[in-house]
């Protein structure tokens, strides 16, 4: 059974750049699946951020898109969000998640992980 | 980014049968990848149908969706008190993108 394990600081401070590390297990991160981070601020909807496809392949929100890196690390099995020039309109849990079936739709989640944006 | 329309909230009494729609304002998306997420308060969403009518195995057929034109459908049908969630509905798009809609909360008297 795969399973996603996120973690990050908690805590960053505005202007300042969020990194978070999704953890995969009982799975490869070499395996032909889209690997993507969402976003959820308390009490609002999901948004997507983006994903990557055998570590090559990424595709970025177009309004997120000039500060967000993605990146995996085949030998610790693990992906990675950066987000650059953060604000409080970052804060919100943060998912990572893997598709499974069809057009590459997140399948397996994290639990999530919230990150707080406060000086 | 496009948008994705929901309704922000639909109700239903148990055994009864719900609706909730998803309309694109975009000739993006690709209608054919709409996807459809459960979300508990205080979890990770569910993946209930993917590309259209398809079900992840586990998932109860009484969750099943439709399309016509730009307007995606997902149907509960005999709901049960554990289908009291939020319900996102997601799509691809022509730009390689995702977009998810913004969400339904399902409440069951």
């Known amino acids: 059974q795969v399973q996603l394990h996120e973690s990050g600081p908690g805590l960053v401070k505005p202007s300042g750049t969020l990194s978070l590390t999704c953890a995969v297990s009982?799975?490869?991160?070499?395996?032909?699946?889209?690997w993507s981070w969402v976003r959820q601020p308390p009490g609002k909807g999901l948004e997507w951020i983006g994903e990557?496809?055998?570590?090559?392949?990424?595709n970025y929100n177009p309004s997120l898109k000039s500060r967000v890196t993605m990146s995996v690390d085949k030998s610790r099995n693990q992906f990675s969000l950066n987000l650059s020039s953060v604000t409080a309109a970052d804060t919100a849990v943060y998912y990572c998640a893997r598709s499974e079936y069809g057009s590459g739709s997140p399948y397996y989640w994290g639990q999530g992980t919230l990150i707080t944006v406060s000086s | 980014q496009s948008a994705l329309t929901q309704p922000a909230s639909v109700s239903g009494s148990p055994g009864q049968s719900i609706t909730i729609s998803c309309t694109g304002t975009s000739s993006d998306f690709d209608y054919n990848s709409v996807s459809w997420y459960q979300q508990h308060p205080g979890k990770a969403p569910k993946l209930m149908i993917y590309?259209?009518?398809n079900r992840p195995s586990g998932v109860s057929n009484r969750f099943s969706d439709s399309k016509s034109g730009n307007t995606a459908s997902l149907t509960i049908s005999g709901l049960q008190a554990e289908d009291e969630a939020d319900y996102y509905c997601?799509?691809?798009?022509?730009?390689?993108?995702?977009?998810f809609g913004g969400g339904t909360k399902l409440t069951v008297l």
């Open positions: 009982g799975g490869s991160i070499s395996s032909s699946n889209w």
């Open positions: 590309d259209v009518n």
């Open positions: 997601s799509s691809y798009t022509s730009s390689s993108t995702r977009v």
């Open positions: 990557t496809y055998l570590g090559g392949s990424t």
